[in-house]
């Protein structure tokens, strides 16, 4: 065959992912998780300024996870294994759109604004950030079926108020010494662009080790798999758009 001609079925557009432009509506295929998960504790960073940006991030219009109905579904079955146990869910991002991950790398690419680095990218150049697989220009959030979480123990701990413009302290610090979070501790912070993050890092404590094979076991056990880089990251595996990137607004 031609490479002129392979070239151009390659490219032809429905070998290309879907992305969602302009104004849109949520799918009906789509569910806000507190309808499915009333008890379930929502710590949404991107709405708020305590994230690696710094800022409320692009499309992010109210503190609530929206997932597709398949993986809201499969989070309640984790939810529902360890409530006999008092302990929780805690959310910390869902549906992204792809509005908010244009915001991630233009951030990313404004190598003078570093004002997070100290707590979130301590170790990292912010110009490695798209090498180390940190920021990408596609994120498989905006498919609707992946979600950033850990587990809270019950009655839930009562979670420090976040300061802008308080001393940060770096994210791979010790429970205690970096910022506070009412969860198990996984030996990190979220969002901490550091290897310690990375699920099967070894040189985190035993109970750290335990937590963290234990919020996998769980989300495993309900059909998502876990990101390498990341212990909080989970992608259901038969997500029901896992070609198709949205972009309404979460709200």
């Not at 604004?113 to 100290?118: A, L, V």
């Not at 001393?167 to 501790?185: I, Q, T």
Request: charged share 20%; glycine share 6%; net charge neutral.
């Amino acid at each position: 065959m031609p490479v002129i001609a392979l070239l151009t079925i390659t490219l032809l557009p429905w070998a290309l992912p879907a992305v969602s432009h302009g104004a849109e509506k949520m799918p009906d295929t789509f569910v806000h998780l507190a309808e499915v998960i009333p008890d379930a504790v929502l710590d949404i960073r991107y709405f708020g300024k305590h994230n690696f940006l710094g800022v409320r991030v692009d499309g992010y219009l109210a503190p609530t996870c929206i997932l597709t109905h398949d993986a809201a579904q499969a989070l309640a079955k984790v939810q529902k294994d360890l409530a006999p146990f008092s302990m929780t869910l805690k959310i910390y991002d869902c549906y992204r759109p792809q509005q908010a991950v244009d915001h991630f790398v233009r951030w990313a690419k404004d190598i003078g604004d570093t004002k997070t680095k100290k707590e979130f990218y301590p170790t990292v150049d912010k110009k490695n950030l798209f090498r180390d697989g940190y920021v990408a220009d596609r994120s498989s959030h905006s498919r609707g079926s992946t979600v950033d979480l850990t587990i809270v123990p019950l009655p839930a701990p009562i979670q420090p108020v976040y300061t802008e413009g308080a001393p940060l302290a770096e994210c791979y610090l010790p429970a205690g010494v970096r910022y506070a979070d009412n969860s198990l501790d996984m030996g990190t912070g979220f969002d901490c662009f550091h290897e310690l993050s990375h699920p099967d890092n070894k040189n985190i404590g035993p109970q750290q080790r335990g937590h963290r094979l234990l919020l996998k076991a769980l989300m495993e056990k309900h059909g998502f798999k876990n990101y390498d880089k990341e212990w909080w990251h989970f992608t259901l595996v038969n997500e029901p758009y896992p070609d198709t990137y949205f972009n309404f607004p979460v709200k």
